[in-house]
């Protein structure tokens, strides 16, 4: 039978000491902090792969959805699924503000404020849009952050990026080459949950004297 639950934990893999952690979270001792690192459907097979994409005909595959996999596919086709990549709740709220990004260092920085009761983890993530030329999805996980933050109280949390970060593959080269052109970065709770965007304009030449070793 369907059901409707208020709430639902889950451990995933806690270990030997999960039954003390879970039990903490359940009274309110801890707070949880943790992030879906999948996307959760409404329905099976909601994204409409084939039988050529999976499971194969004739073993062989067909991966003609090329990097519209998980959340890029569900940002993408406009789909909200049941639980979003990225997603995570706790016993308190946060408030992001100052997001800024540095078109030469690739740092972004942001204020964090606990507007509850409660201490605890905030985990915000830096999703990137590329220009269209690219061809990219448009909106990639690139960065994240964790900072524990007291009740009522904030913190300056920095999220590095890399030049690879703003990069796209070139199979004649057989290299990673940086994209010149405008970005989006945008700053969300989930891939879905989008709370601050700003429009940088990155250039190959300005991030020439960014560690190239990370492309």
Do not use: C
């Not at 879906?36 to 909601?46: D, G, V, Y």
């Not at 090329?66 to 789909?79: A, N, Q, S, T």
């Not at 990225?86 to 078109?103: D, I, R």
């Not at 920085?109 to 990219?136: H, I």
Request: hydrophobic share 35%.
């Amino acid at each position: 039978m369907p059901y409707d639950a208020k709430a639902l934990l889950s451990a995933w893999l806690p270990g030997q000491e999960g039954g003390n952690a879970i039990a903490d979270i359940l009274f309110g001792s801890s707070a949880p902090s943790g992030r879906l690192l999948l996307t959760i459907p409404n329905k099976e097979n909601e994204i409409n792969f084939t039988q050529s994409q999976y499971p194969g005909v004739n073993n062989e595959e067909e991966y003609s959805e090329k990097l519209e996999v998980g959340y890029r596919w569900y940002v993408d086709h406009g789909v909200t699924p049941r639980y979003e990549f990225g997603f995570g709740l706790t016993y308190t709220t946060f408030a992001y503000t100052g997001f800024k990004v540095n078109p030469t260092t690739l740092e972004a920085t942001l204020e964090v404020e606990n507007k509850g009761t409660m201490g605890a983890y905030a985990v915000p993530q830096v999703y990137v849009g590329f220009p269209s030329s690219a061809g990219e999805p448009s909106r990639v996980l690139k960065g994240w952050g964790r900072v524990q933050v007291g009740a009522g109280k904030s913190a300056t949390l920095s999220i590095q990026m890399s030049p690879r970060d703003v990069s796209t593959y070139n199979p004649g080269k057989e290299e990673w080459e940086v994209v010149d052109g405008q970005f989006s970065f945008m700053l969300g709770e989930s891939s879905t949950k989008i709370v601050a965007t700003q429009a940088v304009t990155i250039s190959s030449a300005a991030l020439s004297a960014v560690d190239a070793s990370a492309v």
